[in-house]
């Protein structure tokens, strides 16, 4: 230190020395650890000088300045105070030269931070996310090994990794998160811990991190040679909110992934229901028949289907599959073309064997997937004015013959799915002109208003003594219009399907 | 709606008084999901203090019945006031369950 002051000061040593030989020394010169740096003038080493003062830091003697030819208190005063100038220089350039390389690690670790946030903008599981916190960390602070963990919602699985794998047993890194969560500050290799020093840990330094709020995950360090001193400790610090900011930005990510993934679900699950229905009425004599569905937002299993076929009696179903989403809607599928390829190659398609053959069909993998569903089956031969039925389930179901009230159909048979034989038979209905058939799913009994009241079949069968006198389509619409308004606005809980039938002149 | 669970014998009983819907089925299917997962379970809904039961909670019952089944066990439902019988009449789901009047005679019936 004092070889580079006198490289960097030399001129001005150089005037000191020759203000001392203007006073009448023979000779000025600096000496270290017992050998001469510099003198003047050139061949005189100062071997026994006259008057010697020390250059110090501290307590610690740095080396010393000497006079020849010169004695007496004032001289030996005038050298001790040169000395001490020289000496307040070399503390002064020491601070200088402290802060510089503070300010230089303060720029890596900046520049390093920066890195490491860039670093993990590509990460978007927390298994990655801590892989990358706890090698950049390791990394950054110098030390040997590390680990990081985060304890998500009760659902999720804590995660802890290490690195290297193993460092640490799984118990003894849950204890250090443990006691990081309890104290909620960071804290070091814990006395009792013999059990870690067994496994040649020396030191250890373990920071919670806080994540909305709470200590949910922490970041641990170990083995960093000199031990974890403050810059450490506030650098660690540093790396750990790091850490925190990117595990709120993943955890949102993934929330806003997982909205978008439902979305998309539900997206298709109504597209897949919306497509599968027929795209227009069937028109057959003697029947005025309007049929519509209405997907919820959490699409339910909702379906209806018509099936025309050349010298075939004109066969109609509706049904529900419990459960919701793109589940629902693919076993609505299937339901609907069980039913569907019966009734249209079945030699004789009576409702009957329509419904016990599908269920037949779909009663495996329905009891598999823990499923069922319910179904109306509805054929009409033109002429007889008379409506063959058969019902597995399925509810509200309301007929009201032209001269008679509403009345409720009770099922025939439990729904698809439930029982391995389908206890289903023909039921007759007279569908003479004014006689009103109206099949629904229980999206319109179970319509709620915002207080949580049902709509109900009192109310449909009320709706239906008032609406018989209209056609098809005005009672379905008045239908829907009743269940809105009653609803007020409130988001629908479940698919509203129906078909209404009514008898008409041929 | 409130949910009673006991044990009586060797058959795990429910109690279900008010409303049993959408909005209060998860308890109930989260209980019955574990008893009926065990080989051989016997498992009692008493629904005498139930005053409605919608398709939602219908379903978990089916469910449940049929899980209970596969395991050779058995669940029986006993006490429906008139308006829930209506909805197991409607639906025909009085075919898929053995429906007893009362607690006693449904414990009796395992017992058998």
């Known amino acids: 230190m004092l070889v580079a002051l006198l490289s960097s000061q030399y001129p001005r040593f150089a005037a000191l020395a020759e203000s001392w030989l203007a006073l009448g020394a023979t000779a000025f010169g600096i000496w270290q650890e017992g050998r001469p740096l510099v003198y003047w003038p050139a061949g005189h080493r100062l071997v026994k000088p006259a008057l010697v003062a020390p250059i110090a830091r501290g307590d610690q003697e740095l080396g010393d300045l000497r006079v020849a030819g010169l004695s007496g208190i004032a001289y030996e005063r005038r050298l001790r105070a040169d000395a001490q100038l020289i000496s307040y220089l070399l503390q002064l350039e020491n601070e200088l ?22 670093a993990m903008r590509d990460h978007v599981t927390v298994d990655e996310t801590l892989e990358a916190i706890v090698a950049e960390a390791v990394r950054m602070v110098k030390a040997e090994s590390g680990y990081a963990m985060f304890v998500p919602g009760a659902d999720q699985e804590p995660l802890l990794v290490q690195q290297p794998a193993g460092t640490l047993h799984d118990e003894q890194a849950w204890r250090l998160y443990w006691q990081g969560q309890a104290r909620e500050r960071e804290l070091q290799l814990p006395e009792t811990a013999g059990d870690l020093k067994d496994q040649g840990v020396f030191n250890l330094l373990h920071v919670p991190i806080r994540v909305r709020g709470a200590v949910m995950a922490g970041l641990g360090l170990l083995n960093r040679p000199g031990g974890f001193d403050a810059p450490a400790i506030k650098l660690t610090r540093a790396i750990a909110d790091q850490a925190s900011a990117q595990i709120e930005r993943m955890l949102l990510y993934q929330e806003r992934f997982h909205q978008a993934k439902l979305r998309t679900e539900m997206e298709l699950a109504r597209r897949v229901q919306l497509e599968l229905l027929p795209r227009s009425l069937p028109r057959v004599p003697g029947l005025d028949i309007y049929a519509n569905s209405r997907p919820a937002y959490q699409v339910g299993g909702d379906f209806f289907d018509f099936i025309c076929a050349e010298g075939r009696p004109f066969v109609f179903s509706i049904g529900d599959v419990t459960g919701k ?8 599928t299937m339901t609907r073309t069980a039913i569907h390829s019966k009734a249209q190659f079945m030699p004789c398609p009576t409702p009957e064997a329509v419904m016990r053959q599908s269920n037949e069909d779909l009663y495996n993998d329905f009891t598999r997937v823990g499923v069922f569903a319910t179904a109306f089956v509805g054929q009409y031969a033109p002429g007889n004015q008379k409506l063959t039925y058969a019902n597995a389930g399925h509810s509200p179901v309301i007929y009201r013959p032209r001269d008679g009230e509403p009345m409720l159909l009770r099922a025939d048979s439990t729904a698809i799915g439930i029982l391995p034989v389908s206890h289903c038979r023909n039921q007759m209905l007279r569908m003479a002109p004014g006689d009103l058939l109206i099949v629904a799913t229980d999206g319109f009994s179970e319509a709620r208003a915002p207080d949580e009241e049902l709509f109900g079949v009192e109310r449909l069968l009320e709706l239906v003594e008032q609406l018989h006198t209209g056609d098809a389509r005005q009672i379905a619409a008045s239908l829907f219009d009743a269940t809105d308004s009653f609803c007020q606005g409130q988001e629908q809980d479940d698919d509203q399907t129906l078909v209404v039938i009514k008898g008409a002149a041929s | 709606m409130d949910m009673k669970t006991r044990v009586t014998g060797e058959v795990n009983v429910v109690e279900l008084s008010g409303r049993f819907d959408t909005n209060t089925v998860p308890p109930v299917a989260a209980w019955l999901e574990q008893v009926t997962s065990t080989p051989g379970a016997r498992v009692l809904v008493n629904l005498a203090s139930t005053t409605f039961v919608d398709s939602t909670a219908l379903a978990i019952l089916v469910q449940a019945l049929k899980r209970c089944q596969q395991l050779q066990g058995d669940l029986f439902l006993c006490g429906l006031r008139r308006p829930v019988y209506v909805i197991f009449e409607l639906t025909r789901l009085d075919k898929a369950f053995n429906i007893f009047v009362d607690e006693e005679h449904a414990l009796r019936a395992f017992s058998n």
């Not at chain 1, 030269?97 to 860039?118: E, G, P």
């Not at chain 1, 989403?325 to 609505?332: C, D, E, P, R, Y």
């Open chain 1, 97 to 118: 030269q402290l802060m510089t390389a503070d300010l230089v690690t303060s720029q890596d670790q900046q520049l390093a931070l920066y890195r490491l946030t860039h």
């Open chain 1, 325 to 332: 989403g793109l589940s629902a809607a693919l076993l609505m």
